[in-house]
């Protein structure tokens, strides 16, 4: 059975002439900013790697990644700066809660995205086509993602009338998703039951909160704190019996139930390429994300007692058993 990783792939230039500090330059330095552990990035570090070594990059040899991985969503403003002080060629911000930090701490350095949900709404891009400033990379419209795997989960769950949306407050490009999903419910029959958190100390109390509520199951929409503490996730999940959809497929492999999600893997280090050789990150359009994948944890289904309809069974991408 496939697995696929997820690659995010960058490199950059300053504001000195970038054809020319690409032909200068031997060593780049890249800045890697993320908020979590580094020990639930390890397969994204891996894909990172393997994929710069597709483009001619070794670690070691003509590159060096600086890591810098925040515990708390505040640390990542501190981090961003350091990185700055040591005046890395490009700094990797993942998605809207560390390209934000990115983006305080440096307006020449280089920053590349490869799951932003809104950049343009954050005012983190001017438009997707021209976006201006140092900024660019990958975007997912989230707003359609999230309203699509609700009605994926609804079709799982068809006699659920309420479900909750785990989302964290940290994230500073969720309120339009959170909207969309209101607006999903709507249409769905659904009550949308928003339950915030902020720390991985709140995990406990917010399944308490949707178990409480009856919810018939779990919306995430993909951002770093579930991702990071997507075990974590998981087993609640399985201790409060409730049936989850998920905005990454890495929170299936940690035993979710299903993820719909965009699949990067193919074009996100076309950035790399470009920007050494010499393109200006306020001309490279913003990508949006055109493939979007279904991905279902049978093992997880099984735990939970739920028989998957047919129709979903033949339609995902990918299934884990």
């Avoid at 990783?5 to 054809?19: M, N, R, S, Y």
């Avoid at 710069?52 to 505040?74: H, K, M, P, Q, S």
């Avoid at 981090?79 to 005046?87: G, I």
């Avoid at 991905?295 to 884990?320: C, M, S, W, Y």
Wanted: charged fraction near 20%; aromatic fraction near 6%; proline fraction near 5%.
């Amino acid at each position: 059975m496939r697995r696929r990783e997820f690659i995010g792939l960058l490199a950059g230039t300053t504001a000195v002439p970038l054809a020319a500090r690409a032909q200068q330059r031997k060593h780049w330095r890249i800045g890697f900013l993320r908020f979590g552990p580094a020990s639930t990035n390890a397969a994204r570090v891996e894909a990172l790697r393997a994929g710069l070594r597709d483009l001619g990059y070794v670690e070691g040899t003509n590159i060096v990644i600086e890591f810098r991985w925040a515990t708390t969503v505040d640390q990542l403003s501190e981090l961003a700066a350091e990185l700055v002080r040591m005046n890395v060629d490009v700094i990797f911000a993942p998605s809207s809660t560390e390209t934000e930090a990115a983006r305080q701490a440096t307006k020449t350095i280089p920053i590349v995205f490869a799951n932003h949900a809104d950049p343009v709404g954050l005012g983190h891009v001017a438009s997707l086509a021209r976006p201006g400033g140092n900024t660019t990379g990958l975007t997912v419209i989230l707003t359609d993602v999230v309203a699509k795997g609700l009605e994926i989960l609804k079709e799982a769950v068809p006699h659920a009338t309420r479900v909750g949306v785990l989302f964290s407050q940290t994230a500073p490009s969720h309120r339009p998703a959170l909207q969309a999903l209101e607006t999903a419910g709507e249409k769905l029959g659904v009550q949308v039951l928003m339950t915030p958190v902020r720390t991985v100390n709140d995990f406990d109390g917010a399944f308490a909160t949707m178990a409480r509520e009856r919810v018939g199951g779990f919306f995430v929409p993909a951002e770093a704190l579930t991702f990071s503490n997507r075990e974590r996730v998981a087993e609640l999940a399985l201790e409060y019996r409730l049936p989850g959809m998920f905005g990454t497929r890495d929170n299936v492999e940690a035993g979710g139930l299903m993820s719909y999600a965009p699949d990067h893997h193919e074009r996100s280090g076309g950035y790399i390429d470009k920007i050494l050789k010499g393109a200006n990150p306020a001309d490279l359009p913003v990508e949006q994300a055109s493939k979007f994948e279904l991905v279902i944890n049978f093992k997880t289904a099984n735990a939970l007692g739920l028989q998957v309809p047919v129709h979903l069974q033949q339609r995902a991408d990918e299934v884990i058993e």
